[in-house]
T-cell receptor, first 111, second 110 residues
Framework: NAGVTQTPKFQVLKTGQSMTLQCAQD?????MSWYRQDPGMGLRLIHY???????DQGEVPNGYNVSRSTTEDFPLRLLSAAPSQTSVYFC??????????FGPGTRLTVT | DAKTTQPTSMDCAEGRAANLPCNHS???????VYWYRQIHSQGPQYIIH???NNETNEMASLIITEDRKSSTLILPHATLRDTAVYYC???????????FGKGTRLSVIA
């Protein structure tokens, strides 16, 4: 099992550019989520999904879109990057009623 | 989900037990106490969780008070590799999202 994988590991964007952060898991988990972590802070939930075709907003959804067309993949799209979106992004997955497994993170800088 | 309160930071000597407290005075009957840790800037790692009984696994022990308003995570023999930020999270047992606070920064000192 590869667990939860995230690509890219690092990314630099210019203000206004768009991009997609990829997240995949090979554990057949129904539940997946995206968090962001700013320096010195805890993680904040952006979006989550309880299964293919079902997504919902978390605490800080503005500026981000998600979709869940398969159980394995849960991409996070930045529509028009802003410096305030400079952060480390973590994807997580879990089985129903189980603990969450986190990916290694994507470090995004928006200039 | 109920809120939690944790000390900002703690130190522990290597080889000694690390006792990390968490206050969750507004916890409701169907909410579990979860502990995760984050080493440096890696993704958080699950440690342990419990409802009302004390729990132990290969990583740690979780002691929950009888009134369930507070709990303590115990790392029995802390090593330098246990230096991390530890998060106490109260969560319904269903697939509700984890809500992270700022956690406790544990420094294990040689």
């Amino acid at each position: 099992n590869a667990g939860v994988t995230q690509t890219p590991k690092f990314q630099v964007l210019k203000t206004g550019q768009s991009m997609t952060l990829q997240c995949a898991q090979d554990m057949n988990h129904e539940y997946m989520s995206w968090y962001r972590q700013d320096p010195g802070m805890g993680l904040r939930l952006i979006h989550y999904s309880v299964g293919a075709g079902i997504t919902d907003q978390g605490e800080v959804p503005n500026g981000y879109n998600v979709s869940r067309s398969t159980t394995e993949d849960f991409p996070l799209r930045l529509l028009s990057a802003a410096p305030s979106q400079t952060s480390v992004y973590f994807c997580a997955s879990s089985p129903e009623y189980g603990e969450q497994y986190f990916g290694p993170g994507t470090r995004l800088t928006v200039t | 989900d109920a809120k939690t309160t944790q000390p900002t930071s703690m130190d522990c000597a290597e080889g000694r037990a690390a006792n990390l407290p968490c206050n969750h005075s507004t916890i409701s009957g169907n909410e579990y106490v979860y502990w995760y840790r984050q080493i440096h800037s890696q993704g958080p790692q699950y440690i342990i969780h419990g409802l009302k009984n004390n729990e132990t696994n290969e990583m740690a022990s979780l002691i929950i008070t009888e009134d369930r308003k507070s709990s303590t995570l115990i790392l029995p023999h802390a090593t330098l590799r246990d230096t991390a930020v530890y998060y106490c999270i109260v969560r319904n047992s269903g697939n509700t999202p984890l809500v992270f606070g700022k956690g406790t920064r544990l420094s294990v000192i040689a």
